[in-house]
């Protein structure tokens, strides 16, 4: 295939678009923080089964505290009945049984505040648990958060970067000829398409190339569309090219 070394050079830039088009889709397609986005989503899952487990022992403690209270209480109420009827009896029998109920309910009203301490204690520890389990996923969303904002802007860049570059692709590819356009477009579907060939070394493979190559390259035409020997790229040749 011949063609202007003009249009050739013109394919250089297509392919320089091209690579720079193919980066800003996977700037759009993953963003650079996604895989961390993704990791604080199954951290804060994980973080809310731990929370609603501790929540749970935390309203456990505080059902037993309840119970306790109700307890005392309705031992406080029987203490109370009975020390009215020690004032009001009129044996001494009848005195030594409501004597007897009242240390009784002495000893259970102490018990009780015993254990009244003992569950109090549960229930602050697991309402502190709670509380930092709750810092731990406020800290948790709050990175996810920020990081999914800079994902969303990050893919809003790389987007309206791509269709500028798509714009001045189109501007460039207008002027190329139409089978010299197919020949890049067949080549870098599995290459770079063209790359320069810069003192005797092909830019999209970074091969340098043989003598023999070179001197088969040096003795073609100036419109003859070269290819690399290795990658088969179009090798634009330019007073870089070191012929």
């Known amino acids: 295939m011949n063609a202007s070394p003009e249009q050739q050079r013109l394919l250089l830039d297509v392919a320089d678009l091209d690579r720079r088009i193919q980066q800003a889709e996977r700037a759009r397609a993953q963003p650079a923080n996604a895989a961390r986005i993704n990791e604080l989503s199954a951290i804060r899952q994980a973080q809310l089964r731990e929370l609603t487990a501790l929540a749970g022992t935390r309203d ?126 067949r080549r870098a579907a599995r290459t770079t398409g063209a790359a320069l060939l810069r003192a005797g070394t092909c830019e999209g493979c970074r091969m340098m190339l043989s003598g023999i190559d070179l001197t088969t390259i040096r003795q073609a035409p100036a419109d003859h569309v070269a290819s690399c020997p290795e990658c088969g790229c179009i090798l634009v040749r330019t007073e870089e090219s070191g012929l």
Do not use: N, P
């Open 60 to 185: 456990d403690a505080v059902a037993d505290l309840r119970r306790l209270e109700a307890d005392v209480a309705v031992v406080e109420q029987r203490r109370a009945r009975d020390a009215e009827r020690l004032a009001a009896a009129t044996s001494s029998k009848d005195a030594q049984a409501f004597e007897s109920e009242l240390a009784s309910l002495a000893r259970r009203t102490s018990d009780l505040e015993d254990q009244e301490l003992e569950v109090m204690a549960r229930v602050e520890e697991a309402e502190a648990a709670v509380a930092a389990q709750q810092k731990l996923i406020e800290a948790t969303t709050a990175e996810g958060t920020e990081l999914t904002k800079q994902a969303k802007a990050g893919i809003a860049a790389a987007t309206t970067e791509g269709e500028h570059l798509a714009r001045d692709r189109a501007a460039i590819v207008a002027g190329i000829d139409a089978a010299l356009l197919a020949d890049y477009t």
